[in-house]
């Protein structure tokens, strides 16, 4: 079973044993201790967190050529490492490339309490997995445990990474292995299951971007990962990882929900390893809610109606697509007490998301009309529907209307898609209500110009939510905890 090490990054001595056990309370199964990081460290200090914390501590010196602090000047590092090799902690990091020439002389200061040695070697930029094999060589050609980080230079080379990583386990080597960044956060889900020694998760801010909170790689450790995620780009805006991890925290399922921000041939080879690293499913955005129709082996009747996909779930060697949007903005309507029927309303935008908006409103019974910067998107959505769909261009808006409720389903007014309104201003007197799909930031400029004139807003929090514990149980089988995922929207949003 993988160790959880919980990362503890402070700058004074007193500081680091009182938050390493802190971290052991809350289930860590050890603190890896960055020494580098403590100001004036001494063989006194060091002695002292031995004796306080030492049997459940990994002990690191980080140089600075491996990403250590600054302060630590380098003649004083083989002294404080000697020092540190003889106490009485659990694990100690050495480096392949600082101390991998001393090993033997490190191996008998430590005859005494025998930690075991990680051998570690990190690589600050993007690296062919050949190297990073050559490099867990060397390593276990000097270490208890081989230890390697590398960054994850897409989803692909995180797959990489993780293949590397079980064949090492199979041949009963005692590895650790991570891609780094936020594309490398499924070699962390997956510590568990290729038999890593340790996964090393944050204790208040992470040392990597992509690091696992401590209360994550506990919730995996000594169980069957379930990892789950949002496939799609740009990814940054996006609620969804909160709003799932707050709920299979708040049930306690051994699952993790990751950002895949990926292109189509990453997404071809996600659905490919999906089934050995324990994916069972994610959430679809723009661009691929489309385009993923066709590599699934089955739609449910909202996605193959509408030819758009936001949710798809895998098991048994079967992929399956859903629509979630659907459910999401009908129950959005009804709890807002929004009705439509035989209401004129515009929907802006040609994508997905907006398929699934219009097909509820014309079921619900409005006279709808869409619009799309490209009229030809426009022009397919509406001959996918019956006569009640129109497709109106943009420069045309401003001689229609009114409408009783406008709906923004493109991506403008995210943090992403930059500022700038999806319709011209000028129309906004002519609507009733305006409903942005936009959720991040919560008052978009379209929402900003709407309530300058008085005008109702909805942002799309709502059908986020009803989406989201809609896939959830999909993926789950669990009734979804809908208040612990109101809140850590709430949260995220600031």
């Avoid at 993780?162 to 490398?184: E, P």
């Avoid at 859903?322 to 439509?340: A, E, K, P, Y």
Wanted: proline fraction near 5%; aromatic fraction near 4%; include cysteine.
């Amino acid at each position: 079973m993988a160790k959880v090490a919980a990362v503890i990054l402070l700058d004074n001595a007193r500081g680091v044993e009182r938050e390493a056990r802190a971290a052991l309370s809350k289930g860590a199964d050890l603190a890896e201790l960055r020494l580098d990081l403590v100001r004036n460290l001494d063989p006194v200090t060091i002695r002292n967190l031995a004796s306080a914390v030492g049997s459940k501590a990994i002990a690191t010196l980080r140089s600075e050529a491996q990403g250590g602090d600054r302060g630590l000047r380098k003649e004083r590092r083989p002294a404080l490492l000697n020092e540190i090799i003889a106490q009485r902690f659990a694990y100690v990091d050495v480096e392949q490339e600082a101390d991998g020439e001393r090993i033997e002389d490190l191996r008998r200061l430590a005859k005494r309490h025998r930690p075991t040695i990680v051998a570690s070697h990190h690589f600050a930029t993007v690296t062919d997995p050949g190297r990073v094999q050559d490099a867990l060589e060397a390593c276990a050609a000097i270490g208890d445990v081989a230890k390697v980080a590398a960054p994850a230079e897409d989803l692909d080379s995180a797959i990489q990474f993780i293949d590397l990583a079980r064949a090492q386990s199979k041949a009963k080597r005692r590895v650790v292995l991570v891609g780094t960044g936020i594309d490398g956060m499924i070699t962390r889900a997956l510590a568990e299951d290729v038999g890593q020694e340790i996964q090393y998760a944050a204790w208040g801010r992470s040392v990597s971007p992509g690091q696992l909170s401590l209360a994550a790689a506990t919730r995996l450790r000594g169980r069957e990962p379930m990892v789950l995620g949002l496939v799609g780009h740009p990814l940054g805006h996006s609620l969804s990882p909160a709003i799932h991890e707050a709920a299979l925290g708040a049930l306690d399922v051994p699952g993790i929900y990751l950002p895949f921000d990926c292109d189509a041939e990453s997404l071809d080879s996600l659905l490919e390893a999906a089934e050995r690293d324990h994916v069972r499913g994610f959430n679809v955005t723009s661009p691929h809610k489309e385009a993923i129709v066709e590599k699934l082996d089955e739609l449910d009747g909202d996605a193959e109606r509408l030819g758009a996909v936001n949710t798809v779930v895998i098991g048994e060697g079967w992929t399956k697509g859903h629509n979630t949007d659907v459910f999401g903005f009908r129950l959005s309507l009804r709890s807002l007490g929004l009705r439509v029927g035989d209401r004129r309303v515009l929907v802006v935008g040609a994508g997905g998301a907006a398929k699934a908006v219009v097909d509820v409103l014309v079921r619900e019974g409005a006279k709808v009309q869409v619009t799309n910067r490209t009229m030809r998107r426009a022009d397919v959505l509406a001959d996918s529907f019956d006569e009640s769909v129109e497709a109106i261009p943009l420069d045309a808006l401003t001689r229609g209307g009114p409408w009783d409720l406008l709906v923004n389903a493109t991506p403008l007014g995210t943090r992403e898609a930059g500022p700038g309104l999806p319709v011209p201003a000028s129309i906004l007197p002519k609507v009733a209500h305006v409903y942005d799909l936009v959720y991040n930031p919560p008052t978009t400029p379209l929402l900003e110009a709407a309530r300058r004139l008085g005008k109702p807003t909805t942002s799309g929090l709502e059908m986020l939510l009803h989406q989201a514990a809609q896939s959830f149980e999909l993926w789950t089988g669990r009734a979804p905890p809908i208040e612990p995922m109101r809140r850590a929207a709430k949260e995220a949003l600031g």
